[in-house]
């Protein structure tokens, strides 16, 4: 199962609409989940609405959240979305051979016992979360909070039986011809995440529509090929040593 989970805090102002680029990623078989992050003031009506609708494009759902509440929120979505996929595909297996509309039409014995298997579906299938990080000005306040939330949401991932994987990008990049940039390729290692966010140069624009074009290429080219490392012991960091991670980053 596949998933792309935009942070942002505003509309998008560059390039090619959000709410295409979100379409054609669900076409792809990649669902689009948006967390909308504001503080002080409101996200404002075009704001709103262009999350609202980047998500439903996408498959997915959108949440307009505090700070405080993103951490939770993130989990929530990803698991949500895995239930929500298995469900859909279960109700369709359901239609095709016993034409029923849903596993709620089945006989009570055989509904708990459906049900059983969604719950463990839930929990071995494999998924891959890719993380874009508006990275635009406004977002700089709010950067801690979103470090918080995709660490807590990896270590989560790791608590299921299935293999789960985490990319992380952050857009807009560091030039024009680079409107998002890839962190961290498919990792399971909660530490590599980490080390992201403490030098990330915050930009202007907000290039969603490319940067969300950018992250469905990405799972074209690399499905199926995740890196799973073993935990190693602790030691100082040499001057490359950059742990698989990008270490240009200007303050």
């Not at 404002?44 to 498959?59: V, W, Y």
């Not at 049900?115 to 874009?132: C, H, P």
């Not at 790791?158 to 994987?165: K, P, T």
Request: hydrophobic letters at 40%; glycine letters at 8%; a negative charge.
């Amino acid at each position: 199962m596949n998933q792309i989970l935009l942070v942002t805090d505003g509309g998008s102002n560059v390039g090619e609409s959000p709410v295409i680029a979100a379409a054609q990623a669900f076409a792809d078989g990649i669902v689009v989940n948006v967390a909308g992050v504001v503080d002080e003031g409101n996200i404002g009506e075009h704001g709103a609405t262009e999350i609202a609708e980047i998500a439903r494009a996408g498959g997915g759902m959108s949440r307009i959240v505090t700070s405080r509440q993103l951490s939770q929120t993130v989990q929530m979505m990803t698991r949500q979305t895995v239930v929500g996929t298995i469900r859909q595909a279960v109700n369709q297996e359901l239609r095709q051979l016993f034409g029923v509309e849903s596993v709620a039409a089945l006989p009570p014995a055989k509904r708990a016992e459906v049900v059983q298997v969604m719950e463990d579906l839930g929990e071995t299938s494999d998924l891959r979360v890719a993380l874009l990080i508006d990275a635009s000005a406004s977002m700089k306040p709010k950067l801690a909070a979103v470090a918080e939330a995709i660490r807590d949401l990896t270590l989560s991932l790791q608590a299921r039986a299935g293999q789960s994987s985490v990319a992380v990008f952050h857009f807009p990049g560091d030039s024009d011809r680079e409107p998002c940039v890839m962190d961290c390729s498919w990792t399971d290692q909660a530490a590599r995440i980490e080390a992201l966010f403490g030098r990330l140069r915050m930009r202007g624009t907000t290039p969603t529509g490319p940067a969300l074009a950018r992250v469905t290429e990405f799972f074209r080219e690399t499905c199926g090929k995740i890196m799973s490392e073993p935990v190693q012991p602790s030691a100082p960091n040499r001057r490359d040593d950059t742990d698989g991670v990008r270490s240009d980053y200007v303050v």
